[in-house]
């Protein structure tokens, strides 16, 4: 299951006179939640990364809800089956080869 943690729920604990340690302990926060979850990202987390998930993410949902399997087996005109196949294929590299690290 995925939890979203929102700011709001972040920030509760926060008095006038604790900003900075407040500040750190948000960013301890959102590192656990980095940690926790794959998919929130880093600070190291590139676009072409980022990209990766979200597009397996978005597969995985499509693949998962049998209504959303069914709209697009018809928009396509193909078989549920066959569209949840391209879709689990599109999942191996669904942006592509990734780019070419440039070293330093």
């Known amino acids: 299951p995925i939890h979203r943690v929102s700011s709001c729920c972040l920030l509760t604990n926060m008095s006038s006179t604790n900003i900075p340690e407040s500040r750190y302990n948000i960013h301890q926060q959102?590192?656990?939640?980095?940690?926790?979850?794959?998919?929130?990202?880093?600070?190291?987390?590139?676009?072409?990364?980022?990209?990766?998930?979200q597009h397996r993410d978005t597969n995985a949902s499509?693949?998962?809800?049998?209504?959303?399997?069914?709209?697009?087996?018809?928009?396509?005109?193909?078989?549920?089956?066959?569209?949840?196949?391209?879709?689990?294929?599109?999942?191996?590299?669904?942006?592509?080869?990734p780019p070419e690290k440039i070293e330093d």
Do not use: M
Not at 39 to 52: C, I, Q
């Open 30 to 53: 959102l590192e656990h939640l980095q940690s926790k979850y794959i998919g929130t990202g880093h600070a190291d987390t590139s676009k072409f990364e980022w990209l990766v998930s």
């Open 62 to 97: 499509l693949i998962g809800h049998i209504g959303l399997l069914d709209y697009i087996s018809i928009a396509e005109n193909e078989s549920r089956e066959r569209v949840r196949v391209n879709l689990i294929k599109k999942c191996l590299q669904p942006c592509g080869p």
